[in-house]
């Protein structure tokens, strides 16, 4: 068996990640919102999704967004380090072989123009290739676009977040009847997500699940009142 280094460590190992650094992978809690992954007591639905349902279905994300996986999606994103897309994928691709619930095609998250040119790649596309490949779904790339230069989200109040994406997306195929898998690297409020699924369900999407590489919690993961 070829043996590699931890990419977090550098220790021997086969896989990845070594056996040490991947038992100490940030885990989202155990019991959470099967919608948005907000933790809860019992993994009910959470409030805020009871009283304003997001136009997505559900929600899988392979870990919590904190160190040392948010260092690793900065390294994929800013510094261009493409071989994490592939390392981050497999993590999502573990915890979606537990699900039965899989959708008839997957579309990453779109970049606009301006910022695809500026990075040289999308993220999310480079992650959906290895998805698409271990689950034997397609990839509908040009599917949607992003029509609307924004702002980054990071930062914004959530209404400002709203805003911010209104109306940023358009989707140029019938999706009639379709389930759609969303593919990104992080789910931080869920606006951006719910603004693209919204796009989707007027093109016909019957159903929407989001795949995310991580979510972004508080650092208290307190059980409460949030915004999506």
């Not at 155990?30 to 997505?56: D, K, Q, R, Y």
């Not at 369900?201 to 059980?223: F, H, P, Y």
Request: hydrophobic share 40%; proline share 7%.
């Amino acid at each position: 068996m070829t043996q590699i280094n931890c990419v977090l460590c550098g220790a021997t190992t086969n896989q990845d990640f070594c056996e040490s650094c991947m038992l100490d992978l940030p885990q989202l809690p155990e019991n959470h919102c099967p919608i948005c992954l907000w933790p809860v007591p019992t993994s009910e639905i959470c409030g805020t999704c009871l009283n304003n349902p997001p136009a997505f279905t559900r929600t899988i994300a392979a870990l919590r967004y904190t160190f040392p996986i948010d260092a690793l999606i900065h390294a994929l994103k800013y510094r261009t380090n493409l071989f994490l897309a592939s390392i981050l994928a497999n993590l999502l691709i573990k915890k979606l072989k537990t699900t039965d619930i899989l959708p008839d095609v997957i579309i990453p998250m779109p970049l606009h123009p301006l910022r695809l040119r500026e990075r040289g790649f999308n993220q999310a596309m480079e992650i959906s290739r290895y998805v698409s490949k271990s689950l034997g779904i397609i990839v509908l790339p040009d599917s949607c676009t992003r029509i609307k230069h924004t702002l980054p989200q990071t930062g914004l109040p959530w209404k400002d977040r709203q805003k911010n994406i209104r109306s940023a997306f358009d989707c140029t195929i019938d999706l009639s009847g379709k389930h759609v898998a969303l593919v990104d690297d992080v789910m931080t409020t869920g606006a951006t997500l719910n603004e693209l699924a919204k796009t989707l369900r007027k093109r016909g999407v019957i159903e929407v699940s989001n795949w995310i590489i991580a979510r972004a919690l508080s650092e208290k993961n307190q059980i409460g009142p949030h915004s999506l």
